[in-house]
């Protein structure tokens, strides 16, 4: 017994060693933290940019914001009229690759400016064949159960003005409706969650009501594409709501469907893909845990993505995949938290672009991922001065990553057969 004593004590000292070692930082000017953490899914949202809350018309007594109204400003002329042809339920459309770009306003009155109409032109210089387009209502917060328009939500016109626009100039669209809160920073959409069937129906309910009217009016101005929802992580549990609300919209739209899920996990999960045409994935992935990430850093932080969602075609592979958001702040450790548009840091460009590199090499073209179709990058705003040199946000706009941007999407792309193999 007396002699086990000094092994159990080399063995204590060795095991203490053995985690100190263990716990050894990486250099610093590799380390993106001190403690960089490793990847995880993330319950976290899209970087939407968010206004100040505006409350709806009628605010209910538990709130009390005043707020203006919305300025009238000059109209520019209207685009070249253009035929609005009824949207076409024909998969073969999603053969063609998507070159697309996220085009985004929070504000009424932005979408439809002489601003915007620049804005537009120098987007479609980059070789975009399509846009997003994104709408917002507003629920006061993760409990509440109506949805309503609010006076910075933009108009159908606002909408109209654009979708009209781009088809002039050939290129489609995808509307992409989403839900925010006006009065809960502590949340967000992806919370939003219900203990009572109550609840769930009055809010599904309100929700229906919101969807169904863009749906219609998808249908009216000839949109192509259109989301039935983004990142209601808590919300899309409930598969045989979800099935009931895209039955819903079929009967008023027949372009090609599509949900745009959070890169959280939420992807993964989702039931209901089938029911829908493509498979639509926001995608803010963490993908190292470097300050200054290389080439091989980044290819290799894309490799639990790639399986993750090679995986999520093999369960539905008859829907393939597009990324209906991605992209990444002109920051600092953009690759650490590109999900994260609330942080500050240093302005890198060259790491965004190279994040642009890493993303085309890996999703560009690959023969072994034929059912990968297509993105849209993560944003461009109606605004013709937006972005440069001194800019931290994601618009790439100005930027070393336009320029990557333009070479990808100004060359050719094959053609994907339809079985999505």
Known sequence: MRSSRPLCLVLF???VSLIACANVAPPREQ???PA???YAPTNTPSPTPSPAP????????????EFARPTVRPRPPNPTPVPRNTPVHDLAALNEYHRGIAYVAVNRDEYRSEKSRQALDELFGTGANYISLLVTWYQLDRLSTRIYRADNTPSDEDLAYVIDYAHAHGVKVLLKPQV?????DAHWRGEIKFETEPEWEAWFDSYRAFIMHYA???????VEEFSVGTELVGATTRTADWRALIGGVRQEYTGLLTYSANHSGEETRVQFWDDLDFIGVNVFYHLTNYRTPNERQIREGWALPVRQLTKLHQLFPNQPIIFTEVGYPSMDLASVWPWNWQRDGAIDTEEQAMLYEGLFDMWWYHPERKWFRGMFIWNWLPDPDQGGPDNLDYTPHGKPAEEVLKRYYQMPTPMHTASGN
């Not at 219609?216 to 000839?222: I, K, L, N, S, W």
């Open 36 to 38: 960089a953490p490793q």
């Open 216 to 222: 219609r009016f998808a249908q009216t101005h000839g």
């Open 13 to 15: 000292l060795a095991l």
């Open 31 to 33: 380390s993106a933290l």
């Open 180 to 184: 925010n809160f006006s009065h809960d």
């Open 54 to 65: 505006i409350p709806p018309t009628d605010v209910p007594d538990k709130v009390n914001v």
